[in-house]
């Protein structure tokens, strides 16, 4: 992957490629940053810009036989260590080493813009979470203590290194207090308080931020030929995450039905219609479980942004004009008298219809509810 194929976060390109130029490359880096906002993808770009033998000052040449072999994933010294999990393939020990196959396929078809959760779906581990056991740290030290194959430099890429367990990362800290010359780790991470300080102590920090909106935008229209308002309004709900601004892109329809659907719920509620409200929630039963949670989620995240606006702070506000709009008109009727009572009425009612409740009686118990809490001073 080159520079070029990031989506936004030029500040942070500059300062990886001046480390390359001015000979400055940390032996050990940690790249810490939200979901989404291009972790992998960088540090991807970045490998390839440093073992590129024909990179210019501003990117990798993207055509040689080493940049084409980093496209693929497939350099020699180039090596990974992912989280993991027993699946119907693997069904013990599992280890970096046996998935890489499926590594490669998924982030390239991802572009590098990857998350767990898509991970551990498309290795199928059902309920598992991965993690990164102590296979995995020696098979990273022993390929390691090898020479170069091709480049100067070995790169190791410790994706979502926060999975770590206590042994993996104990068994890493020796090498990354003496590594072997001209190796280069990369630590990618979203919580740094999961990880470990001995492990964040012995790591330079590379700081991403989120993305900003008109990044997300401008990538939107190039990559999936959307016009200027669809991008802009799944770029102002996706708080810096490409991953939430695709699916968002992606859900397009469905997000307009939950403004819709809430919206016009909420009314119902402030003019007391009862009987409106029992029709309504009957018409709610035919969309299914699945868009049922999503509209309460989405209420959920109409009430968080409230108190947004109740703080003077509707600039960090990201939605779309016309819910912003909205929002801001119903933010006045949450206040500290009523907001506990309708956040938990919206959580239980997400649990029910997790656990298969009715989901007429549902939405008609906490329309009815909010009749009195948005009246509550």
Known sequence: MQFKEVIGQSAVKQRLIASVRENHVSHAQLFLGPAGCGKLPLALAYAQYILCPNRTETDSCGVCPTCQKIQKLVHPDLHFVVPTATTKKIKS????????????????????????????????????????????????????????????????VIWMAEKMRTDTANKLLKLLEEPPE??????????????????????????????????????????????????????????????????????????????????QWMRLCFRAAYSEIIDFSANLKSIGREKQKELLEYGLRIIRNSLLFNNNLAEIVMLPEDEKTFNSKFAPFINPANLAQIAELFDEAIRHIERNGNAQIVFTDVGFKMVGLLKKK
């Open 93 to 156: 020990n599992p280890e970096s080493d046996l998935f890489m196959e499926e590594w490669r396929e998924y982030v390239i078809q991802n572009q590098g813009y990857v998350d767990t959760s898509s991970w551990y779906t498309f290795l199928d581990v059902e309920n598992k979470q991965g993690y990164m056991s102590v296979r995995d740290a020696a098979s990273l030290l022993r390929k390691l203590s090898m020479k170069s194959y091709e480049g100067e430099y070995k790169i190791a």
């Open 182 to 263: 001209k190796t280069v780790f990369l630590l990618i991470a979203e919580d740094q308080e999961e990880l470990l300080a001995t492990i964040k102590s012995r790591t330079a920090l590379v700081k991403i931020p989120a993305l900003d909106t008109a990044s997300i935008e401008a990538a939107l229209q190039q990559r999936y030929g959307c016009d200027s308002q669809q991008a802009h309004d799944a770029a102002m709900v996706s708080e810096g995450n490409w991953l939430t601004a695709c699916q968002s892109f992606k859900d397009f329809e469905d997000h307009k039905f939950f403004f819709a659907t809430f919206q």
